[in-house]
């Protein structure tokens, strides 16, 4: 546990709540950690955690070696300038809030002409609640390499981290795990209401559906072989599974999936363009 890091979270909502939980006693002490939400009735639950709060941005931000932005994207330029006085040169801010580009949120931090590039934006999930997040990451090049771990310690406390290039690249991570839990949970849906009609109650559906979400998952995490090897093992020729997995095919299962995260990847960009104005 690094005891001389201090972090602020500007923005109180679950996903700071998330990261705050698992990075106190583990990464910092509680009360190096600074929560500023303008919610105040929230700051009993931070402060009965050992976390000191704030409904603004003041001095304590000066003293913080990381600032954490989670506030929601059409608040962020305003937010941004409220803290930019307390702004030090060792700074290093990271960003998990959506729709904001690292180039956008540099040039509010500094100026346009004068970037403040000691930058990290992330795109987590939301099973980081539980624990089991999966976190895209970005740096621009003011980000140093130690810059680049802590961050990464960071995001870890909820979960698993990947490094990618620039924020292209987020729009991609946006589409697969950033929205990709609404496509599994609606996948779980149909898996159930498929039970229902196969004769199965609902609560048994419901089992059966997450235990062989969870299962496939945990078993293709831990083989060897390429997915599609897995997916022969279960498929006979002639048998059941051959039989639904014709059906998905005559649906375009494929096709569908990948319109749909070409479509969430679109969308990223455009919100991106919007609240970067």
Known sequence: MKNELSIAFIGGGNMA????SGLAGKVCPAGNIHVIDINEDSHAAWQARGMTTAVAPG??????RVWVFAVKPQNMKDVVASTRQWLQDDTLVVSVAAGIRA?????????????????????????????????????????????RELAAQLLAS??????VADDAALDGVTALSGSGPAYVFLFLE????????????????????????????KL?????????VLRERVTSKGGTTAAALAA??????SSIVEDAMAAAARRSGELAEEFGK
């Open 17 to 20: 709540a998330a990261l705050a």
């Open 59 to 64: 001095e304590a931000l000066a003293r913080c």
């Open 190 to 217: 149909a898996l159930v209401s498929g039970g229902l009609k196969v004769g199965l109650t609902e609560a048994q559906a419901k089992q059966l559906a997450l235990g062989t979400l969870a299962g496939a998952t």
């Open 158 to 163: 909820v979960g698993q981290v990947v490094w």
């Open 103 to 147: 180039d956008t949120l540099a040039a509010w931090l500094g100026t346009p002409e004068a970037p403040f590039n000691r930058l990290v934006r992330c795109m987590p999930n939301t099973p980081a609640l539980v624990g089991a997040g999966i976190t895209g990451l970005a740096a621009l090049d003011g980000v140093g390499e130690a810059d």
């Open 248 to 253: 998905f095919g005559a649906a375009g299962f």
């Open 220 to 228: 293709a995490a831990e083989s060897a072989e390429p997915l599609s």
